[in-house]
C-alpha cells in the first residue's frame, strides 16, 4: 500500500519529535532506532525510507529542535531576565526530555558528526546573536553586548548541566539560583 506524501512528512515530524524527546532524555548512544520507531508508533521496518542512518537521524533530530523553525527556536526571547528565569528553573532542570538539547547532549554532540556539530554550531550562532540584541547594557558596543551573550548562554547551560549531574538537590537548586542572580544582577 503507497503511502502519502502527507503521511510520509507525519510519520516523519513524529519520528523526530520522539527522537527529540528520547535524544534529550537518554543521550545519543542511549537510543537506538527501534526504539525511537517504536515511540512514534512505527514499524523499525520502515525507518530506512526516511533515513539512511542513525546518525542521518540524529542530525535531522537536532535541525528539528534547533532548525531556524525548530521547536526550541530563540526567535521568542525578548528580555534576558525572563528567559534565564525560565531557563535555570527547575522545571527545566528536571525535564530535560522537553528542554534545551545543548544542556541535555551538548558534551556527546562535541564527539559526534561533523553534520551534528553542524547544526548546534548554526544554531549556537543565532543563539548568542539573539542573545546580544536582549542585553540589558544597551550602551554597550556590539563586541560587547556579543562577550555579554557568549557568557550568559555558557552560564546558562552550564549551570543546568550541572544541577543535572550532581546528587545533591539543595546544591543543585543553588547552582541554578546562583546562575540566574549573578545573569540578572549585572551592573547595568
Known amino acids: 500500500m503507497k503511502v502519502s506524501r502527507q503521511q510520509v512528512a507525519e510519520n516523519r515530524s513524529q519520528i523526530l519529535d520522539a527522537a527529540a524527546r528520547m535524544i534529550r532524555e537518554e543521550g545519543l548512544n542511549g537510543i537506538s532506532v527501534a526504539k525511537v520507531m517504536q ?7 520502515g525507518f530506512y525510507g526516511y533515513f539512511g542512518s542513525k546518525d542521518d537521524l540524529v542530525t535531522a ?25 525560565e531557563y535555570l528553573s527547575r522545571t527545566h532542570r528536571d525535564n530535560p526530555g522537553l528542554g534545551c538539547a545543548f544542556a541535555a547532549i551538548g558534551c556527546e554532540v562535541g564527539r559526534s558528526s561533523a553534520d551534528s556539530r553542524a547544526v548546534l554550531t548554526d544554531a549556537t550562532r543565532r543563539q548568542i546573536e539573539k542573545l546580544s540584541t536582549v542585553t540589558d547594557n544597551k550602551t554597550a558596543e556590539p563586541a560587547e553586548q556579543r562577550r555579554e551573550a557568549i557568557g550568559n548562554w555558557s552560564a546558562m547551560v552550564g549551570a543546568v548541566m550541572l544541577a543535572r549531574l550532581v546528587d545533591d538537590t539543595e546544591l543543585s537548586d543553588e547552582i541554578l539560583d546562583e546562575t540566574l542572580h549573578w545573569i540578572t544582577s549585572k551592573p547595568k
Open 39 to 45: 515511540a512514534a508508533g512505527l514499524t523499525h521496518g
Open 61 to 85: 533530530t537536532l535541525d528539528h529542535i534547533h532548525g531556524v523553525n525548530g521547536t526550541n527556536s530563540s526567535a521568542d526571547i525578548t528580555n534576558l531576565a525572563d528567559y534565564a528565569t
